[in-house]
């Protein structure tokens, strides 16, 4: 079974920090490029970060830049989002999802896999 399990979320002050983890099993991990996404209530989802399969080239979304950093370690079929200095709008429920060639502005591409999502809170 195809599977992407998120964890790591949880609620944190602002200015405070959290690492996702996604872990994935049932496909092979190393052709895939891994993204993040979030969505909060009454908005769209958004891209937030996605590394590449073949030479980990990574995207972040302006808002995140400088703050948040995506990595994968194969070894382990696991992506992280280290998330620093976090904001009240970063709040969202966050989903990994995995794609032969999600990339560029957006982490845009078709999606293959999605996982469950882990809720990011942040407080004022």
């Known amino acids: 079974e195809v599977q992407l399990v998120e964890s790591g979320g949880g609620l944190v002050q602002a200015g405070g920090s959290l690492r996702l983890s996604c872990a994935a099993s049932?496909?092979?991990?190393?052709?895939?490029?891994i993204g993040w996404f979030r969505q909060a209530p009454g908005k769209e989802r958004e891209g937030v970060s996605c590394?590449?399969?073949?030479?980990?080239?990574?995207y972040y979304a302006d808002s995140v830049k400088g703050r948040f950093t995506i990595s994968r370690d194969n070894a382990k079929n696991t992506v992280y989002l280290q998330m620093n200095s976090l904001k009240p709008d970063d709040t969202a429920v966050y989903y990994c999802?995995?794609?032969?060639?999600?990339?560029?502005?957006?982490?845009?591409?078709?999606?293959?896999?999605w996982g469950q999502g882990t809720q990011v809170t942040v407080s004022s």
């Open positions: 999802a995995a794609g032969l060639d999600i990339g560029g502005t957006g982490c845009t591409g078709v999606i293959d896999y």
């Open positions: 049932g496909f092979t991990f190393d052709d895939y490029a």
């Open positions: 590394i590449f399969s073949s030479d980990d080239n990574t």
